[in-house]
């Protein structure tokens, strides 16, 4: 059952430290023996109570180090997978954990990938690290699974999920699986909103989230609705069907009013003007509903990391374009095959 993220115990953390070290083929530091000698009547003497002291603390040490070794491997529970390959920017749905614990998640390396307290791995840089889950209340029960993070060029297909330069797509063009779901909006896209709120407040803005992730199912039910009030060639101009939809990656967001009415209002202009600053794209911007199959939408805006959005407002800058679209800019097409 997925929790809230809870800081691993002190003694998890001393279990891990050790297991670093020894992963590295590094030795537990041993506490350095005396050999000062004083002088006393009649010759000197070795400081032999200061040798005996410091012999203890590193046997003490050695035991320590070595019980913290054997039982410091998380074990005891079964994942849907212990290998995973993810691109930079990539986030990976969670392992399946089989056993009923209190899950913890953490990364051994956060610069090469973090995970969120579900269990969803984001990759952050190229190498390789260890993403564990363990039991709060049994910090040495619990599993790992081995990450390797890799740079991604061109299009390239994961699980069913396309991802074209390191950047999850999702249009009509590329579908996503039924069973996708990262249980809402990924924590890096929820903290980006945040900021963006933030920013915008500063600057007298009101933004917020009026529709953020959605599942196949409730996409479902939504496009249907649409289809049956206005028929399916107008609904294909503003829905996206089942599996299709932006909003199952758990990256998208719509603010504020979702009609027609945001246009040209203080914070639609705002949002277009700032919102690659924290790592969004106006998704469908005026006047490429050929390019992006959907009609213009200033609320509608798409995560794609900091990095990316400011290389693609660079590129928009360079085409001399502010409505650049993401298949312009990934060189993809959007439409239903």
């Known amino acids: 059952m997925k929790i809230s993220k809870t ?21 537990v530091p041993q506490t350095q023996q005396s050999s000062e ?28 180090a070595t019980e913290a070794e054997e039982s410091g491997k998380l074990s005891g529970v079964t994942l849907s997978y212990s290998e995973a390959e993810v691109n930079i920017g990539q986030t990976l749905t969670y392992p399946y954990v089989y ?17 969120d307290s579900v269990g969803n791995i984001t ?12 039991d709060k209340n049994e910090p040495t029960k619990g599993a790992e699974v081995k990450v390797t993070v890799k740079k991604s060029t061109g299009v390239e297909e994961t699980n069913g999920i396309t991802y074209v330069n390191g950047i999850m797509i999702a249009n009509k063009s590329y579908p996503l699986p039924q069973d996708y779901n990262p249980g809402g909006l990924t924590a890096e896209t929820n903290a980006a909103f945040q900021e963006l709120v933030d920013g915008a407040a500063k600057d007298g803005i009101n933004i ?5 992730f959605r599942s196949y199912d409730l996409q479902s039910q939504i496009y249907n609705n649409y289809v049956n009030a206005y028929g399916q060639s107008t609904a294909d101009t503003f829905s996206a069907r089942p599996g299709y939809s932006e909003h199952q990656t758990g990256m998208a967001i719509d603010v504020n009013i979702i009609d027609d009415s945001f246009t040209g209002t203080p914070e639609a202009i705002w949002l277009e003007a700032h919102c690659n600053e924290y790592g969004f794209i ?16 200033p609320w509608h805006i798409r995560y794609i990391g900091k990095e990316n959005a400011e290389a693609f407002r660079k590129e928009a800058d360079k085409r001399n374009d502010v409505n650049l679209t993401l298949e312009e800019y990934l060189e993809i097409d959007s439409y239903y095959h």
């Open 7 to 27: 800081t691993i115990f002190a003694a998890a953390a001393a279990l891990v430290f050790a297991l670093s070290a020894a992963s590295c083929g590094k030795e």
């Open 37 to 64: 000698s004083f002088s006393v009547a009649g010759g000197t003497v070795e400081n032999t109570e200061a040798t005996a002291t410091d012999e203890a603390e590193s046997a003490e040490t050695t035991e320590a």
């Open 99 to 115: 056993d009923t614990i209190d899950e913890v998640w953490s990364s051994s390396d956060e610069e090469i990938a973090t995970v």
């Open 123 to 134: 990759g952050k840089s190229e190498g390789k690290c260890i993403i564990s889950v363990a």
């Open 208 to 212: 917020y989230l009026s529709s953020g």
């Open 282 to 297: 106006l998704r469908y911007p005026f006047g490429k509903q050929d390019i992006t199959g959907y009609k213009y939408e």
